[in-house]
């Protein structure tokens, strides 16, 4: 187990280091010159720009900037932004942020995803059936730019003006865990729909086997069967789906960031793209490919522990 | 202060957070609040994150500039004529309008304990105009001698000092222009001519970072903590005891940070909020209605341009198309229906905000759709336009309007061309690679009619300042050294008004609108003004 | 889920690379995670009922013939028919040409729903039916557009990964990992801010650099399934040349998961780009998209809900519609998890 381990981290090594490489190298070849739209509308003194330009190396060549950015990731600083700031200071707060959304939106997914996914297994086939499978249809079908406004407008404006129940904050993240409910449902929604897919169809397949038959032959109870046997099994593709959708929701959260005001990575690296602030990018990309590796490997890990069969070596 | 708006515009393309607050402005119930408002409870305004940590002369935005006016003391300040007056100097005086002599106020004191003498001045102006310091607001010292050694065309400067700078005694400054100016003092008032106490260098006579994050001042706040950028969500202050002038009547100013000022208004509505000093445009109808006289409403300085590169760009060369062009742009509609009341249509190149304003002077800039048809084919003007503008401040829908404007009026394809940064539009026009028309929008760094006039449109400017345009005219830079060498700022503004005349008969931007204040304050406040500079005065403000 | 989800594991088994190099002790017979869709295996075509056709059903056929009677299948073919031609003539809805600057009278700004504005008006005080119906195109063209793109390019180089194995398989298979790991909506971005300009062509440039990899995958997977399989040792014993194994017996046998997913993934594609446009990096005005549109009527929200709500409608409309076809066409495909 442990030598699995090391060898999956140490294979994650050439993603990790490709992927910095090619963001980086992107944002270095992006047109224009960031220290030089520092300065607004107004003409920044070009004898100015030279000295910043030399003070952040982005005057060096390219490979010695890399070097010069990786060396100090592996001595964990980060760099500054071109205001002035701490890299890592900077991506630490939104981090948290980004985090407190991916964690709701996952546990509302499991929650609702797997909840409404067993319901529908059950009553395979009848309207109940049905009737989940067509909302996971449209839960797929409207995008989050749509879900967004309309549950803000719903939830956030009207339900408060029609009923007086001010709970959902409509934007900004300053009434604790209230402000995540809105927006980690609208990021979770498609996930949601796909893991009751995920979930019915598992479980479904699950039930068809072989010892669950033989189990059900045996007489045991509906319920222990569905609880032992069946869900147990049918969790293994459940598990990898919310492994690797964390990486997703803390990725691409960038529009339910905007549309509800929440100060997040997402909104963090939009802008840094739209400023060129080349620490900053990489620096949050390096961070989400690593929670992508991690999180992948953690799902492998769990195989084992759902799956007897499965060992790792 | 060049960025001030665009600050605010900055927010939106990163934030673009504004929706959400903009529904949310509806749903907020009153304005009553739950909170106690006990002695302590501080006075809170809303301002954006600031771009920079706090170094004066690298503070080229409100927002930033706001904080450091709470906690520093100008040498001058002005008031409601729109006149300069002494505030930390005694006088300023000069018989050549070159060498200029600054007496401080005795008794004024940094917050850390040390007097306020001469010297805090040159070691902070001459760290401001260094060039290896990279201050944005260098150029505002360029016009003291011995600015040039420290900016030399090539290689490092030889000497950190600026030789027209001395300390003559503590509390006598001596500045020598290397050129006469009359607006000089009128200058001093801005952010980055605050002096800086010794504790802020470091052994190389650097401005340290901790300073700039918990920068000591001289005024009547101080910070109680160091401010952390991109974290913290507010910035503390309470008031200094031992200010020697007039004191605010309140104890502690908290600064809270927000991304939208939709979020801020509702807020305020909400009691969780005291101050905002520019509304969006999308909260104004209600806050008209619901602050009442708490919604202040109030010419501010910027003003905003559609330009044309004269320079190598010859379709724009008939004085006549950029008439018609003008007088085909609906500036009242635009105001009203885009910018809900928080823009006003321009008709001069000097901002009613400032002295020197004409009501009605540019007289092309008045709506006339007919002449400007008639205008535009009798000069033979091209048949199809670009309009530029950068996407990163808001512009876009009052740039749709002005395309379709001229579209509809003069009958030609108007290419409506989007830019990530101004920055991306001033590199294509050095470059000579954009041939059409821009947005450009000005905000003062001074309030004197030249500003107006000498950064944007002189031969010099073309160079070095904003002249985007590639204008030139000699009879105008004649006027504006007549004005700037005159013996009276009276005098100064006679000649600055005969440079405008020369703008609007040659019109080489159009101007399209003068920017307004559009504050709001909360119940708990009372006596809320914004000066010149758009910041408040801290010591109307009174808590109910 | 992340706000441009096509180029995310979309459909959790492609994502579910279960670790190659795990070694799995069989306790009983090795059982694959049950997949959402796996990759087309030829003996997982049904048993067809006999005598229904003279002539032996393949997999297409069949196929077709269970969509036809699917009434998921029929109800999206009319949604995105008529789509289809609201994107090709415009004009057949609408007497107003969105495009022309006189229909749009800035006094007339955020006006609500009429008989002249059915749909009201927007902040620039033009006509939101007339935008709305106009903004289709372009939706529709991104969305097929990169789909045939990522299909082809993905698809070409899944066959290639697949059948020869070896360094080129490795080569290919470490650079999708790395598309893999780079957060899609970043990689989008970053690739329009290249461009400095946005239309059509530089958001499916966008989409399909970064949806390929997911085409890729499935394909080889379901190529180096079909390549040990009895049929093609024997066409390999005949001396049929790689080439001739390539296209005439692994291709034909392999494509269906390709197809299924690219279904499924237009839909997302056009979510795409309303989200990219929406953040103002996509297509941008004067033309005319429904992620712009919303973009542009959110300031003013609440003074007018028409110009964001009915594109929005629109827009969610258009993905359900392909996104059904996607299902139906995977049902057919995929018979086992009917």
Same mark, same amino acid.
């Given at each position: 187990m442990g030598r699995y381990i090391i060898r999956r981290l140490i294979q994650a090594i050439p993603v990790l280091l490709g992927s910095t490489l090619l963001i980086f190298a992107t944002v270095f070849a992006l047109p224009g010159d960031p220290i030089a739209a520092l300065a607004g509308e107004k003409r920044q003194d070009p004898k100015v720009v030279e000295v910043l330009r030399d003070q952040y190396h982005l005057n060096d060549p390219f490979f010695a900037q890399y070097w010069h950015y990786i060396s100090g990731v592996f001595r964990g600083d980060f760099g500054r932004t071109y205001a002035g700031v701490e890299v890592s200071e900077l991506m630490a707060a939104k981090f948290q942020v980004t985090i407190n959304l991916a964690m709701t939106a996952l546990v509302m997914e499991a929650i609702i995803g797997v909840g409404l996914g067993l319901w529908a297994a059950l009553r395979r086939g009848r309207a109940t059936d049905s009737a989940i499978l067509a909302s996971t249809l449209i839960l797929i079908s409207v995008p989050v730019l749509v879900t967004g406004f309309v549950l803000q407008l719903l939830l956030g404006v009207q339900l408060k003006l029609v009923t007086g129940i001010d709970f959902f904050p409509v934007a900004g993240v300053f009434d604790g865990w209230r402000s995540y409910l809105l927006p980690g449902f609208v990021l979770a929604g498609t996930s949601i729909a796909y893991l009751t897919r995920l979930t019915r169809t598992s479980l479904v397949e699950t039930l068809r086997a072989d010892y669950v038959r033989t189990a059900i032959a045996k007489g045991m109870s509906r319920r222990r069967v569905i609880g032992r046997h069946a869900l147990r099994n049918a969790l293994i593709p459940l598990v990898t789906y919310l492994g690797a959708d964390l990486g997703t929701l803390m990725g691409g959260a960038v529009i339910t960031e905007t549309i509800f005001n929440i100060q997040g990575i997402g909104q963090e690296l939009f802008r840094s793209v739209y400023e060129r602030q080349q620490p900053v990018v990489v620096g949050i990309v390096t961070l989400l490919v690593l929670v992508y590796i991690l999180a992948n490997l953690v799902v492998d890990l769990l195989y084992a522990v759902l799956d007897p069969r499965i060992r790792y070596e | 202060m060049s960025t001030m708006r665009v600050t605010k515009g900055a927010q939106i393309i990163a934030g673009t957070a504004l929706l959400a607050l903009a529904v949310a402005a509806c749903g907020g119930g009153g304005g009553s609040s739950s909170e106690s408002s006990g002695a302590d409870q501080p006075v809170r305004m809303e301002i954006g994150e600031p771009q920079k940590l706090f170094y004066p002369s690298d503070t080229t935005e409100t927002e930033g500039s706001e904080v450091l006016a709470a906690i520093m003391t100008p040498l001058v300040s002005y008031d409601d004529n729109k006149q300069t007056v002494m505030e930390l100097a005694e006088s300023i005086e000069s018989d050549d309008n070159i060498t200029w002599t600054i007496k401080l106020k005795p008794g004024y004191t940094w917050h850390n304990g040390e007097p306020v003498i001469a010297q805090n001045y040159v070691d902070a102006w001459n760290f401001a105009a260094n060039v290896e310091n990279a201050q944005s607001a260098s150029y505002f010292f360029g016009r003291i001698d011995g600015y040039a050694d420290l900016n030399p065309e090539d290689g490092k400067p030889t000497t950190k000092e600026m030789k027209g700078l001395k300390a003559i005694d503590d509390s006598t400054l001596e500045v020598k222009l290397s050129a006469p100016f009359s607006q000089f003092p009128t200058m001093? #008032?801005?952010?980055?001519f605050y002096g800086l106490p010794k504790a802020a260098f470091d052994a190389n006579g650097k401005v340290t970072e901790a300073y700039a994050k918990q920068p000591i001042g001289n005024g009547y706040f101080q910070f109680t903590k160091p401010y952390n950028k991109g974290t913290d969500q507010t910035i503390d202050l309470k008031l =200094?005891?031992? =200010?020697?002038g007039e004191k605010p009547k309140f104890q502690n100013l908290q600064f809270k940070i927000y991304t939208s000022t939709e979020t801020a208004y509702n807020d305020l509505r909400a009691g969780n909020l005291d101050i905002i000093d520019q509304l969006a445009a999308s909260s104004i109808a209600s806050a008209k209605t619901e602050l009442g006289d708490r919604y202040i409403d109030q010419p501010d300085a910027g003003i905003g341009y559609i330009g044309f590169p004269l320079k190598y760009n010859d379709i724009y060369k008939d004085v006549r198309v950029r008439e018609a062009i003008s007088m085909a742009i609906d500036r009242k509609t635009i105001s009203e229906t885009v910018f809900s009341g928080t823009r006003a249509p321009a008709d001069d190149f000097i901002n009613p905000a400032i002295a020197g304003y004409r009501q009605g002077a540019c007289a092309v800039c008045t709506y006339d759709p007919a002449k400007a048809k008639e205008q535009y084919a009798a000069a033979n003007g091209p048949k199809t336009l670009e309009l530029g503008y950068n996407?990163? #401040? #808001?512009h876009k829908e009052w740039i749709e309007a002005v395309a379709n404007n001229l579209r509809a009026n003069l009958g030609v394809e108007v290419t409506v061309k989007p830019f990530e940064k101004f920055q991306a539009i001033l590199d294509e026009l050095d470059a000579k690679k954009y041939g059409g028309m821009f947005r450009m929008g000005w905000a003062i760094d001074y309030p004197s009619p030249e500003n107006y006039l000498t950064p944007i449109f002189s031969t010099e400017a073309a160079k070095t300042g904003s002249n985007y345009a590639g204008y030139s005219n000699k009879d105008f830079d004649e006027l504006l050294k007549k004005g700037d060498t005159a013996s009276t700022p009276e005098e100064g503004l006679k000649f600055y008004q005969e440079a405008a005349d020369i703008l609007i008969k040659d019109l080489p931007y159009i101007p399209v609108y003068f920017y307004r204040v559009n504050a709001g304050f909360s119940q708990h406040v009372k006596g809320v003004k914004i000066n010149l500079l758009n910041q408040v005065e801290w010591t109307s403000v009174e808590k109910v | 889920m992340s706000d441009i989800r096509p180029v995310g594991p979309a459909h959790p088994e492609t994502e579910q690379d279960a670790p190659a190099d795990a070694q799995v002790t069989a306790v009983g017979v090795p059982e694959a995670p049950p997949l959402q869709e796996r990759p087309e295996q030829p003996d997982a075509v049904p048993v067809k009922p006999k005598g229904r056709r003279d002539k032996p059903a393949s997999l297409w056929s069949d196929a077709w013939y269970d969509l036809r009677r699917r009434p998921l299948f029929l109800g999206a073919s009319v949604l995105i028919a008529v789509l289809l031609v609201m994107a090709i003539f415009p004009q057949l809805f609408t007497s107003i040409d969105p495009y022309d600057a006189k229909t749009c009278v800035l006094a007339n700004a955020r006006q609500d729903i009429s008989a002249a504005h059915w749909f009201g008006t927007d902040n620039q005080g033009c006509d939101v039916y007339a935008r709305t119906i106009y903004g289709a195109r372009n939706s529709i063209v991104v969305g097929v557009s990169t789909t045939v793109v990522t299909a082809l390019v993905g698809g070409l180089l899944g066959l290639i990964a697949g059948f020869r194995s070896g360094a080129t398989d490795t080569l290919l298979s470490r650079t999708t990992e790395i598309f893999f790991a780079i957060p899609p909506i970043l990689g989008a971005l970053l690739i329009l801010a290249m461009f400095r300009t946005g239309n059509v062509w530089t958001v499916m440039l966008a989409l399909a650099v970064l949806a390929w990899p997911m085409t890729f995958r499935i394909m080889r997977a379901a190529v180096i399934t079909a390549k040990n399989q009895d049929y093609v040792m024997a066409a390999r014993a005949l001396g049929a040349g790689p080439w001739r194994i390539m296209f005439r017996h692994i291709l034909p046998n392999s494509i269906a998961p390709v197809i299924v997913v690219a279904t499924i993934n237009l839909g997302s594609f056009i979510a795409a780009e309303a989200a990219l446009s929406f953040l103002g990096v996509g297509i941008r005005s004067p033309d005319i998209s429904w992620g712009l549109m919303i973009a542009e009527a959110r300031d003013r929200f609440l003074e007018a809900w028409e110009p964001l709500l009915f594109p929005a409608f629109m827009l969610s409309l258009t993905v359900l519609a392909f996104i059904m076809l996607g299902d139906a066409v995977r049902d057919a495909l995929d018979p086992k998890l009917r």
């Open positions: - | 001093l #008032g801005y952010t980055a =200094y005891d031992k =200010y020697p996407n990163d #401040g #808001g | -």
